[in-house]
């Protein structure tokens, strides 16, 4: 099982809400990723977390605030965003040694209103 | 500087025939892993092949292999017997200080795939 599962697929929010993506993989991987992609854009990194400790944060504005409760679950809180935070946010997972291939969720698409 | 460069414009295959997707990239240090992923309209990064500095052999995963020529700092993919489904973006990247996982991930720019029927 090589799956990361993200949810929701879409979010469309206002710029007052707050809200949650969700990420959660069970090949026991160690390291979790958020990344940022705007459309024809490559993937941005925005925080790495090695066993459930943020190990990078690339600067990453505070209406961003990533959490790992589990070495399963990985989430980012999204509050007060911007129009220009709209972009597909992805998800991914790898060991912690080795290959070091990640692998991605299918992504949210949100759109910030 | 970048550290991944891909600058084949978009690129177009015929059905069944290969192709070969450019990939250029600058690193010092002597240890470092370079990956392709492939990403249709869904979103969904894949992984699609992968190549060690240290490797001996140029990897190769199904119709997927990896022309990994260290000297001059190049890893093309190569996709043999093209396929409508290949049709997508495709993103080469490398991932330096090879021993831990907050070793970043970089990409390059990518480029799009359109295969012809």
């Known amino acids: 099982d090589t799956e990361v599962t993200q949810t929701p697929k879409h979010l469309v929010m206002g710029m007052t809400n707050k809200k949650s993506l969700k990420c959660e993989q069970h090949?026991?991987?160690?390291?979790m990723y958020w990344y940022k992609q705007k459309a024809k854009k490559p993937p941005e990194l925005m925080f790495v977390?090695?066993?459930?400790?943020?190990?990078i944060n690339e600067s990453v504005p505070s209406r961003f605030s990533p959490e790992c409760p589990n070495s399963s679950l990985l989430n980012l809180h999204l509050h007060a965003l911007q129009p220009e935070d709209s972009a597909l946010y992805l998800c991914?997972?790898?060991?912690?040694?080795?290959?070091?291939?990640?692998?991605f969720g299918q992504g949210t698409r949100l759109t910030v209103v | 500087a970048q550290k991944i460069t891909q600058t084949q414009p978009g690129m177009f295959v015929q059905e069944k025939e290969a192709v070969t997707l450019d990939c250029t990239y600058d690193?010092?240090?002597?240890?470092?892993?370079l990956f392709w992923y492939k990403q249709p309209s869904s979103g969904e990064m894949i992984f699609l092949i992968y190549?060690?500095?240290?490797?001996?052999q140029n990897a190769t995963e199904g119709r997927y292999s990896l022309n990994f020529q260290k000297a001059r700092k190049s890893a093309n993919l190569v996709i043999s017997a093209s396929q409508l489904g290949d049709s997508a973006m495709y993103f080469c990247?490398?991932?330096?200080?090879?021993?831990?996982?907050?070793?970043?991930?970089?990409f390059g720019k990518g480029i799009t795939l359109s295969v012809r029927p």
């Open positions: 090949m026991g991987h160690r390291a």
């Open positions: 690193t010092s240090d002597p240890s470092y892993g």
């Open positions: 977390y090695s066993y459930e400790k943020l190990s």
């Open positions: 991914a997972s790898s060991q912690d040694r080795v290959r070091l291939e990640a692998f």
């Open positions: 190549q060690g500095s240290y490797d001996q």
């Open positions: 990247a490398m991932r330096e200080d090879y021993t831990g996982a907050n070793s970043k991930l970089t």
